[in-house]
């Protein structure tokens, strides 16, 4: 089955910094790559997602680029503030009929003010 | 819209009760998946449901757990004879049809289950 490693599990920056969070996975057939965020006692919600046709993906201040050849799929966020401070989960699944996907262990980002 | 709720948001139950915990999805998700995840710890998949019927449940971490969906909407996670290890907060998700070619899940805000 699919495997998702995800890096660093936590992650201190200052306010203004960018921030990147890199997740490998091990399925060539994935195509479907989802971001999560998820904030002190809420559940996770979507952020970003991207398909396997496409190499990067941009929404204001987040980013999400995909490397098929290499397997590996990373978030990024520039120009943090305290409000992105939160776990990201990244995940990786085959889409399909029976989608399932395969979520990371997560990353902590804490934006310092 | 309204999203995915669940109830309820907190249980406190003793060892060896049984409990309920209630999903209701998102009107129109046709899959809806059961997740649990461990003070700090990532997400664990429980169990998948494609309209009434549950394709795998491969991820129910024993015979205690058990999982139904009814009329394609509602849908309810038992533990019996709950365990402290099972104390965690169970995370409900919902997906739009996947002839829409989305696969977006939309979860709720979890149930935090305490067992003393």
């Known amino acids: 089955g699919e495997n998702v490693e995800q890096h660093p599990s936590t992650l201190s920056v200052q306010e203004g910094d960018s921030a990147v969070i890199k997740c490998t996975y091990s399925d060539s057939a994935s195509n479907y790559f989802p971001w999560y965020k998820q904030e002190l006692g809420k559940g996770p919600q979507l952020i970003i997602d991207i398909r396997s046709n496409v190499g990067e993906k941009k929404d204001q201040r987040i980013a999400v680029t995909l490397n098929k050849t290499a397997k590996h799929f990373s978030l990024h966020i520039t120009e943090t503030q305290p409000e992105d401070s939160a776990v990201y989960f990244c995940?990786?699944?085959?889409?399909?009929?029976?989608?399932?996907?395969?979520f990371g262990r997560g990353t902590s980002l804490i934006v310092h003010p | 819209g309204a999203g995915v709720s669940q109830s309820p948001s907190n249980k406190v139950t003793e060892k060896g009760k049984d409990v309920e915990l209630r999903c209701d999805p998102i009107s129109g998700h046709t899959a809806l998946y059961w997740y649990r995840q461990s003070l700090g710890q990532g997400l664990e998949f429980l169990i998948y449901f494609q309209g009434n019927s549950a394709p795998d449940k491969s991820g129910l971490p024993s015979d205690r757990f058990s999982a139904e969906r009814t009329g394609g909407s509602v849908s309810t996670l038992t533990i019996q004879r709950t365990q402290q290890e099972d104390s965690a907060v169970y995370l409900c998700a919902s997906s739009p049809p996947r002839l829409a070619g989305r696969y977006e899940q939309y979860f709720g805000p979890g149930t935090r289950l305490t067992v003393t």
């Open positions: 995940a990786a699944s085959t889409g399909g009929g029976s989608y399932i996907p395969t």
